[in-house]
């Protein structure tokens, strides 16, 4: 796969055609949060889902999906699971990000290409930032070595994380990320595990961060045991939807300092909106907008 770290942004202002791909969309508040702000903005914006279940469609055929929606004149299309990765071989040039990564989030549709983003990792940067100021980052657990888990641990090296931890059901997955990431900020920096050794690793870490679909309204329930769990530790999900996980109630209890994955959902779409529209959204408005959106949705 070519990649261009001199890639542009491509957006420009007018009516823009955006679509959503990934499994299980319907709970998603990205097309009322991108569509409400394209409003205030004074853009023809339309977001639309094109969710894999409902198309009937196997993860494998993203490419299919993709080349559909450049014929039908979409602008571009955030990705998200199950095919952050997958995408990546069907795409003309990446940003150097999403090359270091291997996962992309943001399509944007140019010239008849097709350019991949990751504004995950920027969005988790800014959230943890701004949701963790003065939390310990020296040891830091990652469960989930898919597309999130690689945005969060690019973004946790770049905002000067100590050492991270990946565990996940795929060896080889997070031995992957361990080696583009660890090529790309220093291997002490980073190393691989299995997940049975979870236990272990968060008794020695200062955070964890939860980077897999557990939790999600199509995967119920938590991948951290309570017993696990102590208040020295503070806790961030990237799953936003439900915004209260099972494991952010869990840790709540324990006495953990934590962060949902509200704020990075809200900071990646403010970063994929400037890519497709070359306007610069206001990222206060649409945080009030997540926050309005996500308490209508949970009344």
Not at 24 to 53: F, K, N
Not at 187 to 196: E, K, L, Y
Request: hydrophobic share 45%; proline share 4%.
């Amino acid at each position: 796969m070519p990649h261009d770290g001199a890639i542009q942004d491509h957006g420009e202002p007018g009516a823009h055609l955006i679509g959503l791909i990934g499994a299980g969309l319907g709970p998603s508040l990205s097309p009322a949060l991108h569509e409400r702000e394209a409003h205030r903005l004074g853009l023809r914006y339309q977001y639309r889902r094109l969710d894999l279940l409902e198309l009937g469609l196997e993860p494998e055929r993203i490419g299919e999906l993709l080349a559909a929606a450049r014929l039908t004149g979409y602008t571009g299309l955030n990705i998200t699971h199950p095919v952050k990765q997958l995408v990546t071989a069907h795409l003309d040039g990446l940003s150097e990000e999403a090359a270091v990564l291997g996962a992309v989030n943001t399509v944007l549709f140019k010239g008849g290409k097709a350019f991949g983003y990751n504004t995950d990792a920027s969005g988790f940067a800014r959230s943890a930032m701004g949701g963790l100021t003065g939390a310990a980052m020296d040891r830091i657990v990652l469960l989930g070595a898919g597309g999130a888990g690689a945005a969060v641990a690019h973004a946790l090296l770049g905002i000067g994380a100590g050492t991270i931890r990946v565990l996940d059901l795929d060896a080889d997955r997070s031995a992957r990320l361990v080696d583009a990431l660890g090529a790309h900020f220093g291997r002490h920096r980073i190393s691989a595990g299995p997940v049975d050794e979870l236990e272990a690793a968060i008794a020695d870490a200062d955070g964890l961060v939860h980077a897999t679909p557990t939790g999600m309204k199509e995967h119920p329930g938590s991948a951290v045991p309570q017993a696990f769990l102590r208040p020295e530790l503070w806790v961030a999900d990237v799953v936003y939807f439900p915004l209260e996980t099972e494991l952010l109630t869990t840790a709540r209890a324990a006495g953990c300092r934590v962060l949902d994955g509200g704020r990075m959902a809200v900071y990646q779409a403010v970063d994929s909106m400037r890519l497709f529209t070359g306007v610069e959204p206001d990222a206060d408005r649409m945080l009030h907008h997540f926050d309005e959106l996500a308490r209508h949705r949970r009344s």
